[in-house]
């Protein structure tokens, strides 16, 4: 192959086999994952949906057998209307929903569907504030859902946990039509019944119905294998996730929803929760997006595939325990935590309270011995989202690769190797200076790295 690109692919290859991976959204997806989405499907266009009704009670051998009518304006769906199926039925298993969407591009498009889906211009929406953990797509100003809609912030308190007290006081004085739990950085488990019972007071004084969403990105993984509840069974009526963090699969979005499953092609029910399911289908397809990508969702059923597997459970577990392992040391060696520690993948230091510098700083001394987390703002961070305090980090990728709690007091010790020279230095320009120590702690991490090889390194 001669494009350039492929000399750059290589490149990239290499990288992720010589070096560990912490950022928490990153993982590596198995041979099987990879091999379905760089497949054929990828000619294929199918705008529409496979019919569904009817076929959660179904196995998988009638599922991939049956030819069915669609609601597709193309021919030729024979193949992917049963792919599309498969991964429908096996997302619902997974998380325990009445209707799966399985096409959003990414987890900002399954967001957004939600939005559009259940809100009009101007409602408002409750969620956790963009600086106390909460995703961009949760009401940042930069957005365009921040445009249409307006959000209300709650934040997090001291211990690091969601201030309850304040969500419950915002949605009893702020007519609210959804509340949201979703976060890109936080170490708890939230309190779902605690949330539902907050919706139900609030709905109660507003008279109308409130849509309550968890957005899961992070650690829909942890909820796939059990070891973090599943918002579902609490009463919210739907859950967005990226499929490519703790899930495992190819980069794209889910959406899950409780209600009852119809025909997208009738004409869009009344804004009612019990039929959230064809609302969200017809907001995705047509409403936010045009064609699915099959290779992307024939990726997303082998990866629900590989998570409805008991393997998977003992994955999940592992990244948890991986965490609080790494966490501790980080603790023994005078890393300050957010939250003073973690309940799932998920680590976020105070750089600046640990060792007075910068989150950026940091990242970037870490890249150069071939650890790559992220620079990452603070509840309260004055440096704002370009020189923010924190660095964010997480389990999923080197469980993956199959390290274990004695290579997490090694990540430990190299950390804090960087962290002191990051101290000496004070700045980015200076850190060549210390290229040899660099050097030294990047070839003890590329020999651990090459130890431990990726899933999918043979294909
Ligand atoms: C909580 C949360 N929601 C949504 C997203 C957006 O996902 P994507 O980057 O696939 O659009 C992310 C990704 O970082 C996230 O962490």
């Not at 991964?87 to 298993?93: E, F, K």
């Not at 201030?163 to 170490?187: C, H, K, P, T």
């Not at 965490?323 to 890393?335: D, I, P, T, V, Y």
């Not at 011995?369 to 992220?374: I, K, M, R």
Request: with cysteine; net charge negative; charged share 25%.
């Amino acid at each position: 192959m001669s494009d350039v690109v492929f000399r750059l692919i290589s490149e990239e290859e290499k990288r992720q086999r010589e070096g560990l991976e912490l950022i928490p959204s990153e993982n590596y997806v198995s041979a099987e994952v990879l091999k379905a989405m760089g497949s054929v499907l990828t000619n294929k266009y199918c705008e529409g949906y496979p019919s569904f009704e009817g076929i959660p009670g179904w196995g998988e051998d009638e599922i991939s057998r049956e030819v069915l009518p669609n609601y597709r304006y193309y021919g030729g769906q024979i193949n992917v209307d049963r792919i599309e199926r498969l991964a429908i039925s096996r997302a619902c298993r997974l998380f325990e929903a009445d209707h799966a969407n399985v096409q959003p591009h990414s987890g900002a498009n399954a967001n957004e569907a939600v939005y559009y889906a259940w809100l009009s211009p101007g409602d408002k929406v409750l969620a956790m504030d963009l600086g106390h953990g909460g995703h961009l797509t949760h009401g940042s100003p930069v957005t365009r859902s921040a445009h249409i809609y307006d959000f209300v912030g709650y934040g997090t308190n001291e211990t690091g946990d969601i201030d309850y007290e304040e969500m419950r006081e915002l949605a009893l004085s702020n007519d609210v039509r959804l509340i949201l739990v979703g976060y890109s950085a936080f170490m708890k488990v939230p309190d779902f019944a605690r949330v539902a019972k907050i919706r139900d007071e609030a709905e109660a004084k507003w008279g109308h119905e409130i849509l309550l969403m968890a957005d899961m990105a992070h650690v829909a993984g942890l909820i796939a294998a059990g070891v973090h509840p599943n918002p579902l069974k609490f009463g919210f009526n739907v859950m967005t996730t990226t499929t490519h963090k703790t899930l495992r699969g190819p980069r794209g979005g889910l959406i899950l929803t409780m209600g009852r499953v119809g025909s997208p092609l009738k004409k869009t029910p009344e804004r009612s929760l019990k039929d959230l399911p064809v609302l969200v289908d017809k907001a995705v397809f047509p409403g936010t997006q045009g064609g699915p990508l099959e290779h992307v969702i024939a990726a997303k059923a082998v990866a629900f595939g590989e998570a409805l597997r008991p393997e998977f459970k003992d994955y999940a577990k592992k990244i948890v325990e991986n965490a609080s392992s790494l966490a501790e040391e980080l603790k023994k060696r005078g890393f300050k935590l957010v939250g003073d520690g973690t309940e799932n993948h998920l680590i976020l230091i105070d750089m600046k309270k640990s060792f007075g510098i910068t989150g950026k700083l940091y990242e970037k001394a870490l890249d150069m011995v071939g650890l790559t987390l992220n620079a990452n703002s603070l509840p309260g961070d004055k440096g704002g989202a370009f020189r923010p305090n924190g660095v964010r980090l997480g389990t999923p990728a080197v469980t993956t690769r199959g390290l274990g709690v004695k290579e997490m007091e090694r990540l430990a010790g190299w950390m804090l190797e960087v962290a002191k020279i990051c101290a000496e230095t004070g700045e980015e320009g200076r850190l060549s200076e210390y290229s040899g120590q660099l050097e030294k702690i990047h070839d003890e991490v590329r020999e651990l790295a090459l130890n431990y090889p990726l899933p999918n390194e043979d294909i």
